[in-house]
T-cell receptor, first 111, second 113 residues
């Protein structure tokens, strides 16, 4: 998985609780992305980062925030988890805007 | 609007047979087109990437074609194997914004023994 890990790999939480997912890379790539994947929708961009402390919103950013204080880490926070945020979350990295390598995914269940 | 459409949504074939997956896009400006394979429970893995000037790109039994004039791409799988069972995602890089990737919803392929 091109030096990219995600943690946790599985998580069950309750509605209303905050949740933080971590993406860690060892490739020193500039770009990092968070996606969610749901049946019938494919991969949808939540947020992305083009450098330390530089982030931007994607098409489904409501209810999510991100932080990137170091090149290697990109954190995704669900401020108050809802059942609609039950999904599989993928992190991706890229040295430039022409390539993406995906992590193994985090399966999140919000009860 | 920039879009990527894939067909069919799902496909079942017998082991050893060939198949072709389709991807049509309306992305401008166009930079490149990539096919990913995603096994169940795993992240997508890149199979091929093609730029505007490339018509064909192979990766083992996988051959991708690109017609930039008609904005169509296909992924041909030769002599399918059980391990080819997966989702195949077409992703086009381009557009005028900072974020460049437009994803198709994928074709789910099942290869039966």
């Amino acid at each position: 998985d091109a030096g990219i890990t995600q943690s946790p790999r599985h998580k069950v939480t309750e509605t209303g609780t905050p949740v933080t997912l971590r993406c860690h890379q060892t490739e020193n790539h500039r770009y990092m992305y968070w996606y969610r994947q749901d049946p019938g929708h494919g991969l949808r961009l939540i947020h992305y980062s083009y450098g330390v402390k530089d982030t931007d919103k994607g098409e489904v950013s409501d209810g999510y925030s991100v932080s990137r204080s170091k090149t290697e880490d990109f954190l995704l926070t669900l401020e108050s988890a809802t059942s609609s945020q039950t999904s599989v979350y993928f992190c991706a990295i890229g040295a430039d805007q022409e390539t993406q390598y995906f992590g193994p995914g985090t399966r999140l269940l919000v009860l | 609007k920039n879009q990527v459409e894939q067909s069919p949504q799902s496909l079942i074939i017998l082991e050893g047979k060939n198949c072709t997956l389709q991807c049509n896009y309306t992305v401008s400006p166009f930079s490149n087109l990539r096919w990913y394979k995603q096994d169940t429970g795993r992240g997508p893995v890149s199979l091929t990437i093609m730029t505007f000037s490339e018509n064909t790109k192979s990766n083992g039994r996988y051959t991708a074609t690109l017609d930039a004039d008609t904005k169509q791409s296909s992924l041909h799988i030769t002599a399918s194997q059980l391990s080819d069972s997966a989702s195949y995602i077409c992703v086009v890089s381009g557009g005028s914004g900072t974020y460049k990737y437009i994803f198709g919803t994928g074709t789910r392929l099942k290869v039966l023994a």
